[in-house]
């Protein structure tokens, strides 16, 4: 098996999803080698070391894509850009081509160049795999493409509701970068909601800068799984926006114990089903009266409830498990319809 990938980062949670695909792969007694595309043509042992210390219980080779793509029975797209390097470089050997979808990627860019290329893939032909039901929609009803679900997943062994005691104020997720996250919508939201809950500490992760942000804010940066875990165990609710895929963010936190308040969107449903989830217009007045909403009614003793670790919660090890079965049973057995 091979996997078309953009260079890794260390934190980047879509390479970390892929990563638990190849672990399930190697698992299940595939060879597997990741074919970096890299137009920018960094240094291929460095990016190596990154890739063996970020995700050391995967052994796969790492290789640079530097021609044709052959030699393997499967090879898996990971994104629009490897999607066009495996049409471009693959297209003649006698494998199988996947496509591994973990988001709507045309909805990242404004109408243009790189939406058109974005979009394009989705009927090269590959086998499509989409993650999550609200990817599987959006390839059905916008692109007009079926699909093969690979259900969402949760880690669901780091983020444990601990059950420390009585918790206080929010957390957000920070991503100023990146546009299908919200940030602007989310950063007055929280500043409306300071106004409602003064007292209520607010804490945030991720990428930017403390300055960022108009009201005090507990400035986290970077932090580790484990340090996440316990900061949805204090917290009493999160911000969690995200206008295409869902993020790994809400169910995160819901396994951690702490209530997560979403921008609302019929497909994220889909993926969310747990009735903890508070669901909001994504208007920032509305984002923090939610949030208000949700610390007011843990104050309140007659309110008052405990987020349980949900069943709804799937662990990547059901996500992997048909992601494995779904490849095998293609190659070995031909072409199953998807859906």
């Known amino acids: 098996m091979g996997f078309v990938t953009s260079p890794m980062g260390r934190g980047s949670g879509g390479h970390t999803t892929l990563m638990r695909m190849v672990e399930g792969l190697e698992k299940a007694g ?29 052994s796969a080779r790492v290789v640079k894509l530097s021609g044709p793509i052959v030699g393997y029975d499967a090879v898996v797209a990971t994104a629009w850009q490897t999607a066009h390097a495996l049409a471009r470089w693959g297209a003649d050997a006698p494998m199988k081509r996947f496509y591994f979808i973990q988001d709507y990627e045309p909805y ?15 009927s090269f032909g590959f086998h499509l795999l989409a993650l ?12 007009g493409q079926n699909s093969h679900l690979i259900p969402f997943g949760c880690d669901l062994t780091t983020y444990v509701d ?19 996250r919200g940030f602007l919508i ?62 790994l963010v809400p169910e995160e936190m819901l396994a951690g114990g702490c209530v997560p308040v979403c921008n609302d969107h019929p497909y994220s449903r889909l993926v969310l089903t747990d009735p903890s989830v508070v669901w909001s217009a994504p208007s920032s007045g509305a984002l923090a009266r939610a949030l208000s909403g949700v610390v007011q009614r843990q104050q309140d003793p007659l309110t008052r409830h405990k ?13 992997t498990d048909v992601f494995v079965a779904t490849l095998e049973r293609i190659v070995y057995q031909g072409s199953p319809e998807a859906r």
């Open 30 to 58: 595939h060879e597997c080698t990741l074919i970096l595309y890299d137009p920018f043509d960094t240094d291929l042992e460095e990016r190596t070391r990154i890739i063996r210390e970020g995700w050391p219980q995967v």
């Open 108 to 122: 990242f860019y404004p109408m243009g160049a790189a939406y058109s290329l974005a979009e394009q893939t989705y």
């Open 132 to 143: 999550g039901e609200m990817v599987q929609a959006t390839l059905r009803n916008v692109a």
């Open 162 to 180: 601990e059950e420390k005691g009585p918790r206080n104020g929010v957390v957000y997720y920070s991503m100023p970068t990146v546009p299908r």
């Open 186 to 247: 989310a950063r007055e939201a929280l500043r409306i909601f300071h106004d409602l809950q003064p007292d209520q500490e607010i804490h945030v992760y991720g990428n930017g800068q403390p300055g960022d942000f108009s009201v005090p804010v507990t400035w986290h940066g970077r932090v580790t799984p484990s340090e996440l875990n316990a900061l949805y165990n204090q917290t009493v609710a999160g911000l969690a926006l995200s206008f295409t895929n869902i993020s």
């Open 307 to 319: 987020v349980h670790r949900p069943d709804t919660l799937r662990s990547w090890q059901i996500s």
